[in-house]
T-cell receptor, first 112, second 114 residues
Framework: EAQVTQNPRYLITVTGKKLTVTCSQN?????MSWYRQDPGLGLRQIYYSMNVEVTDKGDVPEGYKVSRKEKRNFPLILESPSPNQTSLYFCASSRGLLEKQYFGPGTRLTVT | AQSVTQPDIHITVSEGASLELRCNYS??????LFWYVQSPGQGLQLLLK??????LVQGIKGFEAEFKRSQSSFNLRKPSVHWSDAAEYFC????????????FGAGTILRVKS
């Protein structure tokens, strides 16, 4: 079954404690992306990757890092989380920017 | 800067009534347009997309959208709404000229009353 998985689904953490949210896809997609969803703001793109070792900033990259060492995985790293990063995060993958994106189930992060 | 506007935060329609959700974009290039739907507690699912050609696009679940370049709009329509259509709908726009980013609107929450 074609799918994008994210872990964890829920996470409560404290300010400053480094965390990683994993994302994996089994469709051999080249394009992967991270979004955050906040009420009234829709989805905002954090980072995206066109292929292995190729990543670029989206509209809200501050406070986040990503890596793309393998085609299937695209982890999101928060080196020093802050309360304003409390949000719902989605990973997505597709064959390309202009193709249908497959979204993961989301990770709800709370930073206290 | 490129932007996407969904003017309606909430819309309520009766089951069986027609639906139109508005989307306006501000892009200086040829846009690629998408509509996604998010059911409660779920990820997003693509309803339809427009790249070029016929400006009326058919999608899944009986939805369609019309691209109007003169109005910079890509409104989503459905002739008869079902209770299961209650969800949040997002318009998204991309353009190769602006890199490989995809910009989403703020979303419209659709409520269906029986």
């Amino acid at each position: 079954e074609a799918q994008v998985t994210q872990n964890p689904r829920y996470l409560i953490t404290v300010t400053g404690k480094k965390l990683t949210v994993t994302c994996s896809q089994n469709m051999n997609h080249e394009y992967m992306s991270w979004y955050r969803q906040d009420p009234g703001l829709g989805l905002r793109q954090i980072y995206y990757s066109m292929n292995v070792e190729v990543t670029d900033k989206g509209d809200v990259p501050e406070g986040y890092k990503v890596s793309r060492k393998e085609k299937r995985n695209f982890p999101l790293i928060l080196e020093s989380p802050s309360p304003n990063q409390t949000s719902l995060y989605f990973c997505a993958s597709s064959r390309g920017l202009l193709e249908k994106q497959y979204f993961g189930p989301g990770t709800r992060l709370t930073v206290t | 800067a490129q932007s996407v506007t969904q003017p309606d935060i909430h819309i309520t329609v009766s089951e069986g009534a027609s639906l139109e959700l508005r989307c306006n974009y501000s892009y200086g290039a040829t846009p690629y347009l998408f509509w996604y739907v998010q059911s409660p507690g779920q990820g997003l699912q693509l309803l339809l997309k427009y790249f070029s050609g016929d400006t009326l696009v058919q999608g899944i679940k009986g939805f369609e959208a019309e691209f109007k370049r003169s109005q910079s709009s890509f409104n989503l329509r459905k002739p008869s709404v079902h209770w299961s259509d209650a969800a949040e709908y997002f318009c998204a726009v991309g353009a190769m000229e602006y890199g490989n980013k995809l910009v989403f609107g703020a979303g419209t929450i659709l409520r269906v009353k029986s």
